[in-house]
Structure formats: C-alpha cells, structure tokens
C-alpha cells in the first residue's frame, strides 16, 4: 500500500509535469531570418547623443519554449564612427580626434513577451517585448592619416607599451526593446532597438590621458604621435595635448545600439496537448 507520503510527493511530481507540460507545449520551435537598419556609437567622441547612423544588420535565430519566453541568437555587424569636429564642445573641437570602426557582433539574449503571443493566433499575433543577454564582439579602430586609414590600437595612442594593447575582442551587456506582429502564420515582423553596454571602453581609441610622446616616438613612431594628438594648435602654436593631461574619460564605457526591423520565419508548430479519458 502507498504511504501518505508517497501519495503527495507523487501528486506534486505529477501537478508539476502537467503544468510545464501545458506552459511548454502551448507554443514552441524555431524561428529564423535576418534584420537589416541602423548602427550608432556613443562615447567620448560623442558625448552629446548626436545620432549619425550607418548600415546595419545581421541574422536571427530564436527558439520559442512558450508564448511569453524565448530565447534568441543573433549574428550581427555595424558601422561606427565619430569625429570631433562635429560637437558644439570648444574643447572637443580644438582636441580634433576622430575614428571609425567596423563591429561584428554575437548575441544571446532571453526575450518576455509583454502579451502572449502565438503564431497563427486570431487574437495572439503580436506582442511588444524585453529582452537582456550577453554579446561578443569584435573591433578595430582606425583614424584618417595622409589619406590612408590606419587601424589606432597597434599604435598607442595612449601609451600603452606592446603587449599592453586593449583586445578587440570584448564582451557587452545587450538589453533592448522590440515588437513582433504576424504576416501569416510562417512570416512574422521584428523590430528592435538594442544597446550594448561595452565592457571596454576603447570602441573609440579615447579613454584616459596623453601619454609621454618622446616615449610614444620611440615606441611607434612619428605616426603614432600625429595620431595621438591631431589637435589644432592655439595662436601660440601650442597644441591640446601634454602628458598626463585628459585625453578621454574612463568614468563610463562606450556604447553602441543597434536599430532594425527584421523578416522571421517560424518553423514550429502550435501544439496541442493530447486529449485521454
């Protein structure tokens, strides 16, 4: 004869197999396609949120467990570029820096669905949501000199010796908002606006003082001096840049968000319980 004991703990096993049962089955598989929109930096060469958008997009991948969790995949590239002269900031203008960067990004990120949503669905074919995860992502700053364009962290425009150099592969934090709405029961629309918190804040070149040139020249050379401080001279000719005077902030890291609207195919199927007397 069963025990008291085994009577509720095998109720409790069985109420919970049901019920994850029923939550997990009410809406899952994959979906997959691609996003096309806009790429935009922020940081020490923009530090007043000026928008200069550039080419961006990348490729989707999202696997639904229920109507209201899902988690995402995606690979992505952007553009990103900042010059000094752009801002309004007497300072910022007279410093005279300017770069540009191209991103590949990775992503993982876990969605909720404000509304339940379900492919096919009469009612449920659209839903805002939030999403949080991690990305990884790969950079190579480059500045204009003579005509060519010469990628900044070789070079160390901030004194960093060889071997010292930031890495160009960096982590962030990715967070955002997006919205999903049917076309038909395969094809869905996504549009999503995604910042990344950067674990780095060298996106730019740009983060804590000027270093010593004549060790700079000895280092790398005239070029990486020139790069280090293209500031415009005042009436003395005298330029911004001394040792150890402020050449960025270190207070907060980079950023950069992605914007775009995105064409998903759903492979799934909406699954029904089956039915026993």
């Not at 070079?155 to 990715?174: N, P, V």
Request: aromatic share 16%; charged share 20%; proline share 4%.
């Amino acid at each position: 004869m069963p025990t008291k004991t085994s009577i509720v703990k095998k109720s409790i096993f069985t109420s919970i197999f049901v019920f994850v049962f029923f939550v997990l089955q009410a809406q899952m598989g994959w979906e997959a396609g691609g996003w096309l929109g806009s790429s935009f930096y922020f940081g020490d060469l923009n530090t007043e949120f000026n928008l200069k958008p550039a080419l961006a997009g990348g490729l989707i991948g999202r696997y639904n467990f229920n109507e209201r969790v899902c988690l995402k995949f995606s690979a992505n590239y952007g553009f990103v570029s900042a010059h000094d002269e752009d801002s309004k900031n007497t300072f910022q203008q007279t410093r005279n820096l300017h770069f540009r960067s191209q991103i590949f990004d990775g992503t993982a990120q876990l969605e909720f669905n404000f509304l339940p949503y379900i492919h096919g669905s009469k009612d449920k074919f659209y839903t805002p949501y939030l999403f949080a995860g991690l990305s990884v992502f790969h950079f190579q700053p480059q500045a204009e000199y003579q005509g060519e364009w010469v990628d900044l962290r070789p070079l160390g425009t901030e004194g960093q010796f060889r071997g010292d150099e930031y890495s160009t592969l960096q982590g962030a934090m990715a967070y955002g908002i997006g919205f999903k709405i049917d076309l038909s029961y395969e094809w869905s629309l996504n549009f999503e606006l995604s910042s990344r918190r950067l674990f780095t804040d060298y996106l730019d070149d740009v983060s804590t003082v000027y270093p010593d040139f004549d060790d700079l020249e000895a280092l790398h050379g005239q070029i990486a001096v020139d790069l280090s401080d293209p500031s415009i001279p005042n009436a003395e000719g005298i330029k911004l840049g001394e040792p150890g005077r402020q050449r960025g902030s270190s207070n907060a890291n980079d950023i950069y968000v992605m914007f775009g609207a995105g064409l998903v195919y759903y492979f799934g199927d909406v699954r029904c319980p089956p039915y026993s007397r």
